[in-house]
């Protein structure tokens, strides 16, 4: 019973930090949800390539923020960012990938486009 107790925290997010999209490395917004995702994963498991979607309501400079963390605590290093008005757009690099993310807000509503790019090794 404790197990399945414990699978079940994890499935609900619990324990420190935003769930990743399923079997990546690349975390989703807190409280937002997913409206499309359209990826090429690698063998280990990565995204390789791709785009992910998402819509939620809130405080966007508060998701904003936490976003960025949580792809720092897996892994993902900011190289650029900038947030004016309604309007947030940074980039990540972890090993031969870069997310670029771009939010924007409107009365409340935040639209979140998350897109995954791979280069060549490092």
């Known amino acids: 019973m404790r197990n399945f107790v414990c699978f079940l925290a994890l499935l609900a997010g619990c324990g420190g930090g935003a769930a990743a999209y399923p079997k990546t490395d690349v975390p989703e917004p807190r409280g937002m949800g997913l409206l499309k995702a359209k990826l090429e994963h690698t063998t280990d ?23 960025l963390t949580d792809l720092e605590k897996h892994g993902w290093q900011i190289t650029a960012q900038e947030y004016v008005g309604e309007r947030a757009t940074a980039t990540l690099k ?18 979140a486009n998350v897109k995954v790019e791979s280069g060549p090794p490092k």
């Open 45 to 67: 498991n990565r995204i390789k390539s791709g785009t992910l979607e998402y819509k939620g309501q809130g405080s966007m400079q508060e998701v904003w923020r936490g976003y």
């Open 94 to 111: 972890k090993d031969n990938r870069t997310i670029s993310i771009e939010f924007t807000s409107a009365s409340g509503s935040i639209h």
